[in-house]
């Protein structure tokens, strides 16, 4: 595996690839080093590498959706290796979501023919590797709260990319006292 890191309007983000398709992409952290830390933490062996040109290409998508373009990110190719097969549904019915628009975790459960999983969709969400690029900030609570958000930053990066995406009225996660 390999890895580069690469600054956004989110601030430095991180990718990791293998000979089969892009690995993770690792959001921000306070500062470039514990982005690396956490990205090495995360994908143990891999080793800082100029991208390919596919890669690359990545990089720069994801770059200008950061910057607001809106640009679609679905012809990058991922490593699905060991990824559980529910979660592969999700993934892929969750990168069918323009930028600009969201849908809700009930929502995909319903579009998977599965009413009822909206709490497993959360949850495959919550381990997607390729946050950006499988867009699981545009997926919102029922009641079009922000809902959780697993990546660095939590939910003030997830608000932060959709206000970039130009998404408005998203309504904040209600307190829990």
Known sequence: MHYTLFDTAIGTCGIVWGEHGLTGVHLPKANPARTRAGLERRFPGAVPTEPPADVQAAVDGI????????????????????????NRRVYELTRTIEPGSTLTYGDIARRLASPGTARTVGQALGQNPWPIVVPCHRVLAADGRMGGFSAPGGVSTKRRMLEIEGVEGVRPAPTLF
């Open 63 to 86: 770059v200008a959706l950061l910057r607001g373009e809106k640009r679609d990110l679905r012809e990058i190719a991922l490593d699905l290796a060991g990824v559980p097969a529910f």
